[in-house]
């Protein structure tokens, strides 16, 4: 596709039950960064992958969350014993190779709205 | 810790209208600087962005943004809004010298356009 997806748009559930979020970068970008939106706030960042590492993970909030990206593209964010507090638009991103000026453009999915009951 | 301010949370104009919507950070090193713009139902989307030279930016839509390094401010600007451009409207700043990817945003401003 052209731009970054996410699956799915939606997720409601149950406090203390597990989650997968979803993100399909732009074909060929190397750079993936996950983001948090609360209600009326600017997107916060969660965590960084260069390739297949998580390069930066600083922003994750506890080791609750965690996430992956196997092959360098798919990129899946964990978490487990969701709380009511983590409600939020969890938002995706990715940019292109290092080196390249377009590496510090990062492009926006639309995000995945969970909802913790 | 690094942040960033927009003043203006909510504002309202008219059709015709000029529109500047503030942006300060908190970081003395070097900056690259953005502004994302989300529209109703859409996602983030780039408005336009600094990385360096000149310092008066041009991106999409008629937009316009100047750095001021001695004000660590990055205001965004516009002639003449359009209804179109109701919006909900996001600085946002990449510290270089870190290494750091991340981008910090500010918290938004709502600009509401009347025809």
């Known amino acids: 596709g052209a731009g970054v997806s996410q699956t799915p748009s939606n997720k409601v559930t149950e406090k203390g039950k597990y989650v997968e979020l979803r993100c399909d970068p732009i074909?060929?970008?190397?750079?993936l960064y996950w983001y948090r939106q609360s209600l009326g706030q600017g997107p916060e960042f969660l965590i960084y992958f260069q390739g297949t590492g998580a390069a930066d993970d600083s922003g994750l909030p506890n080791d609750r969350f965690f996430a992956v990206r196997p092959e360098g593209s798919v990129s899946t964010l964990k978490i487990q014993r969701t709380e009511r507090g983590d409600s939020a638009v969890y938002l995706c991103a990715s940019s292109s190779t290092p080196g390249r000026v377009s590496y510090n453009e990062q492009f926006f999915g639309p995000g995945t709205r969970l909802t913790v009951l | 810790a690094q942040s960033v301010s927009q003043h203006n949370h909510h504002v309202i104009l008219s059709e015709a209208a000029s529109l500047e919507l503030g942006c300060n950070y908190s970081y003395g090193g070097t900056v690259n600087l953005f502004w994302y713009v989300q529209y109703p139902g859409q996602h983030l989307q780039l408005l336009l962005k600094y990385f360096s030279g000149d310092p008066l930016v041009k991106g999409i839509k008629g937009f316009e943004a100047e750095f001021i390094k001695s004000k660590f401010s990055f205001n965004l600007r516009k002639p003449s809004v359009q209804w179109s451009d109701t919006a909900e409207y996001f600085c946002a700043v990449n510290l270089m010298d870190t290494g750091r990817r991340a981008l910090t945003f500010g918290s938004g401003t709502r600009l509401q356009v009347q025809p």
């Open positions: 074909s060929g970008h190397t750079a």
